[in-house]
Each structure stands twice: as C-alpha cells, then as structure tokens.
C-alpha cells in the first residue's frame, strides 16, 4: 500500500523524503481514458451480439463458435494444383507456402467460387516467393467431407471440386 | 446521491488503480520484443500475402479509414520501423515517440494481416498493449513511485485479456441461442479432425470426453472475469490454469494464442523481478573480486 499521505500531493509532484509516491492523473487524463475506454468497450460489446469481425480490432472473439452437431459433418478446404512438369500436388495454404492460408479461403470461399480468377494471385504469389519451383499451371479448390454420427466418424470422407482455374502466364 | 458519487468514484479507482513505474518497465520489455516474435514468427504472413493483393478483402477499419493496399514495399517497410521501434521502446527511451510509431506501424501491419479473409482471435489484448502502453511515459526499473495513469494503461491489458475468454463465451451464446447446445456438440471432435496432432487424435473415439472438455472450457470462460478481481495464490492459480490451457490447445491443435499469453504478464508483480536481475549482473559483473579474496 502507498503511504497515505502521497494521495495528498498534487499530480507528478513528489514527497521530500524516499517514501513512495502515487503519481495522480490530471482531471483532463482521466476523462480522455475513460471516454476512450467507454467507446471500446461498447464497440467490443456490440460485435459479440452483432457476432461481426468487421469491427476488427474490436470484434467477435468467435473462435470456435459455431457449434457442429454429433450427427452432422465436417469440412475441410483444401487447394491442388498440377504443374508445369504435370504433378499434380497439394498447395501449401501457409505462410511458408503461398502466403495466404487454409482459414482465409475458407472464409473468402464464395467470393473464390464466383470468381476464380482470384486463384490467378495464389500462382502468382507461388511463383514470386518460390522462383525456382515447379510454377503452376492449374489451381483446384477442393473439399472432403466426413460425415459424423453420435460423433464418431463414418468410413472416407467424401471428395468434392469447388471450382478450378487455369493459370494464365 | 453521494452514493452514486461514491460508486463513480470506486469505478474510476478500479480503473486507476495505482502500479509501480518498475512493473511498467519490465512489462514494456516483455510487450515490445514479442512484437518482434509476433511479426517474425506468428503474422509473418504480411509480406508473403502482399504477393497476391488481389485477395486482400480487409475489415470495416480498412475500408473506411484511408489506409494504404497491401504492396511488397510496404510491408517491408512497416516491418523495419516495427523493429527499430521496438528496440528503442523496449529500452524505455523516447517511451511515447517511440511506443506511438509503433502502434500505428503495428496496426497497420495487423489490418493487412487480418485482411485476408480470416481473422485470429489471440491478437486483441496485445493490439491494446501496444496503444496504451506509449500514454504511460517514462518508467525506469529503479523507480519506487507508482502512477495512476500506468494503473489505467494495466487495466485495459487486463480486461482485454478476460475479454478474450468472457466475450468468446457470448459469442458461443449468441451463435448457438444456448451455452449447452455449444457444450453439448461435437466443435472439439470438427476440430481435431480437421487439424488434430497424433497426441489427441484418439480422443475422437470418445465424444463424450470432449463434451466434458466442452463444458469445463465455457465454464472457465464465463466465470473468467473473476480473475479481476483475484490477489496472491488465488491470482497465479488462475494464471496458471489459463496458461494451461493454452498449452493443451497448442499441443492438441497446434493453436498456442502466446500474444494473449503473453499479456497475462499485466496481472503480475514484475517489479519484483528487478532486484533479482540486479543480483545475478552484479555476481556477472564481478567474478574476479570472489577469486582473488581467496588465499
């Protein structure tokens, strides 16, 4: 605890001897903070019940939100790609790899679909960070899909092709 | 009347609550130099995703405010004066020249990082770090005073740390219409399908382990606002319990959310570290005075 008697100084000033002092905040400080504090907190509050990132970065905090039923599916987005010496291989959705990863195809997922020449940029990006590897030459958005039941997962999943691009030189 | 005077005035202490100028000084070493793991390490994604701006499709911050489009240049720029910032603010010298470059250059950094379609959800308590820790000023880790407005800075570290439990807990509500339709699913078995480590995949053949798990984590979420309010064993224990948390979901799914971690540092006495760091330089720096005293 400070000594009482710090409190009793005026802002930034300090005591004459070595007892530890509280250095107060002026009048003007302390509205600002809490005014900005209040807007922030409103902000962070309305994109829980709004359940919106668009307020980012005072959005929802919806990491693993969304609840998934024991008799339902899941899904997983992935991207394939053949190459210029004809290998078919799987794109690395990693920063390592194209840059761009797995959750932000999934989240931009109808936008890719109604316009795959967006995967144009995945070949693009491939080519730039990895000049020396096998470029491109088509894209593919896949997705397997397991089906659950009482949460247990039921035999293979089930592989399906979203849209395709072929990658334009 | 005086009542409500009385309760304003506790609210604003709550908020202001005094804090030692040296934990602000050693708090601000810890904060600026994960800012530079952050950038290298976790959102290193920024420079790699500049080579495809066609996909940059950022969040309302983005759009509204003038902010620049992704470019090579630029991130490459942002992520030099990100480092040079943090290497000066972490010393404490220039604390608001400095700690201000680096929290528009970091937020910037984020937005392009974030604006790709998904948004992570470990990065909030660190964002408020690095804006409010630049309000403070000058703090030394010999300083004996403790300061109001590091007491505010401390607070909003801290609330944006349960924020991040407590409104995740909301949002479950909110998307579900209710906390047991979440708890009672198979969200942990869709996650571990999906990105599992060989340690927990087996845990998939027993749903109701996870739903257990399930309950114990909305539980701790919701009840997470407490910790404000914790002191002495009560306050690690929670600490602890947290970070254990953490450790299991990096274990199990690879997903560590170290930039919240590292913010639980704001609930500590880390004043208490620089007497000892003090110690161990004076017997580094003085090794031949306990050799030559011997005959």
Same mark, same amino acid.
């Given at each position: 605890m400070e000594s009482a008697s710090a409190a009793l100084y005026p802002v930034y000033s300090r005591a004459v001897s070595s007892e530890p002092a509280v250095r107060r905040i002026s009048r003007r400080g302390l509205a600002w903070r809490l005014g900005v504090t209040g807007v922030a907190l409103v902000i962070l509050t309305m994109g829980q019940l709004q359940d919106t990132n668009d307020y980012f970065p005072l959005g929802s905090l919806s990491q693993y939100a969304t609840p998934r039923d024991l008799d339902g599916t899941v899904r997983s987005v992935y991207m394939m790609a053949d190459t210029e010496s004809g290998e078919r291989v799987r794109v690395p959705l990693n920063p390592q790899g194209v840059g761009v990863g797995r959750a932000d195809i999934e989240s931009q997922l109808n936008r890719i679909v109604d316009d795959p020449s967006l995967l144009q940029a995945i070949a693009n990006s491939w080519s730039e960070l990895h000049p020396d590897a096998d470029p491109y030459v088509a894209l593919y958005v896949m997705r397997s899909t397991y089906q659950l039941e009482d949460g247990i997962q039921q035999g293979e999943p089930e592989i399906e092709q979203l849209t395709s691009w072929e990658v334009e030189r | 009347m005086s009542r409500a005077l009385d309760a304003g005035r506790a609210v604003v202490g709550w908020w202001t609550r005094p804090v030692p100028l040296a934990r602000v000084a050693v708090l601000r070493v810890a904060i600026y130099l994960f800012v530079l793991y952050d950038i290298f390490r976790l959102t290193n994604d920024v420079i790699p995703m500049a080579h495809a701006p066609?996909? #940059? #499709?950022?969040?309302w911050v983005g759009r509204v405010l003038p902010l620049p489009e992704p470019s090579v240049p630029l991130a490459q720029t942002l992520q030099i004066v990100i480092v040079v910032g943090c290497l000066v603010a972490a010393t404490g010298f220039l604390p608001r020249v400095a700690g201000w470059i680096v929290a528009i250059a970091y937020l910037q950094w984020m937005v392009f990082s974030q604006g790709y379609g998904y948004v992570s959800h470990d990065h909030l308590a660190l964002m408020v770090a690095v804006v409010v820790l630049p309000t403070i000023g000058r703090a030394k880790f010999t300083d004996t005073d403790s300061s109001e407005s590091a007491g505010w800075a401390f607070r909003c570290i801290q609330v944006s740390v349960i924020a991040t439990y407590f409104a995740s807990a909301v949002v479950k509500w909110v998307r579900s219409g209710s906390p047991a339709t979440w708890a009672n699913g198979a969200v942990f078995i869709w996650a571990i399908m999906r990105r599992g480590s060989d340690l927990v995949r087996w845990t998939t053949d027993y749903p109701w382990l996870l739903i257990v798990a399930q309950w114990g984590l909305i539980i701790i979420e919701f009840l997470s606002p407490v910790v404000l309010w914790l002191k002495g064993k009560a306050l690690y224990l929670a600490v602890v319990t947290f970070a254990g948390f953490h450790l299991m979901t990096y274990l199990a799914l690879g997903i560590h959310f170290l930039p919240t971690v590292i913010c639980w540092l704001a609930f500590l006495p880390l004043e208490r570290l620089v007497p000892v760091a003090q110690r161990l330089k004076a017997r580094v720096t003085a090794p031949g005075r306990s050799r030559t005293a011997r005959p």
């Amino acid at each position: 605890m400070e000594s009482a008697s710090a409190a009793l100084y005026p802002v930034y000033s300090r005591a004459v001897s070595s007892e530890p002092a509280v250095r107060r905040i002026s009048r003007r400080g302390l509205a600002w903070r809490l005014g900005v504090t209040g807007v922030a907190l409103v902000i962070l509050t309305m994109g829980q019940l709004q359940d919106t990132n668009d307020y980012f970065p005072l959005g929802s905090l919806s990491q693993y939100a969304t609840p998934r039923d024991l008799d339902g599916t899941v899904r997983s987005v992935y991207m394939m790609a053949d190459t210029e010496s004809g290998e078919r291989v799987r794109v690395p959705l990693n920063p390592q790899g194209v840059g761009v990863g797995r959750a932000d195809i999934e989240s931009q997922l109808n936008r890719i679909v109604d316009d795959p020449s967006l995967l144009q940029a995945i070949a693009n990006s491939w080519s730039e960070l990895h000049p020396d590897a096998d470029p491109y030459v088509a894209l593919y958005v896949m997705r397997s899909t397991y089906q659950l039941e009482d949460g247990i997962q039921q035999g293979e999943p089930e592989i399906e092709q979203l849209t395709s691009w072929e990658v334009e030189r | 009347m005086s009542r409500a005077l009385d309760a304003g005035r506790a609210v604003v202490g709550w908020w202001t609550r005094p804090v030692p100028l040296a934990r602000v000084a050693v708090l601000r070493v810890a904060i600026y130099l994960f800012v530079l793991y952050d950038i290298f390490r976790l959102t290193n994604d920024v420079i790699p995703m500049a080579h495809a701006p066609e996909l #940059y #499709y950022p969040m309302w911050v983005g759009r509204v405010l003038p902010l620049p489009e992704p470019s090579v240049p630029l991130a490459q720029t942002l992520q030099i004066v990100i480092v040079v910032g943090c290497l000066v603010a972490a010393t404490g010298f220039l604390p608001r020249v400095a700690g201000w470059i680096v929290a528009i250059a970091y937020l910037q950094w984020m937005v392009f990082s974030q604006g790709y379609g998904y948004v992570s959800h470990d990065h909030l308590a660190l964002m408020v770090a690095v804006v409010v820790l630049p309000t403070i000023g000058r703090a030394k880790f010999t300083d004996t005073d403790s300061s109001e407005s590091a007491g505010w800075a401390f607070r909003c570290i801290q609330v944006s740390v349960i924020a991040t439990y407590f409104a995740s807990a909301v949002v479950k509500w909110v998307r579900s219409g209710s906390p047991a339709t979440w708890a009672n699913g198979a969200v942990f078995i869709w996650a571990i399908m999906r990105r599992g480590s060989d340690l927990v995949r087996w845990t998939t053949d027993y749903p109701w382990l996870l739903i257990v798990a399930q309950w114990g984590l909305i539980i701790i979420e919701f009840l997470s606002p407490v910790v404000l309010w914790l002191k002495g064993k009560a306050l690690y224990l929670a600490v602890v319990t947290f970070a254990g948390f953490h450790l299991m979901t990096y274990l199990a799914l690879g997903i560590h959310f170290l930039p919240t971690v590292i913010c639980w540092l704001a609930f500590l006495p880390l004043e208490r570290l620089v007497p000892v760091a003090q110690r161990l330089k004076a017997r580094v720096t003085a090794p031949g005075r306990s050799r030559t005293a011997r005959p």
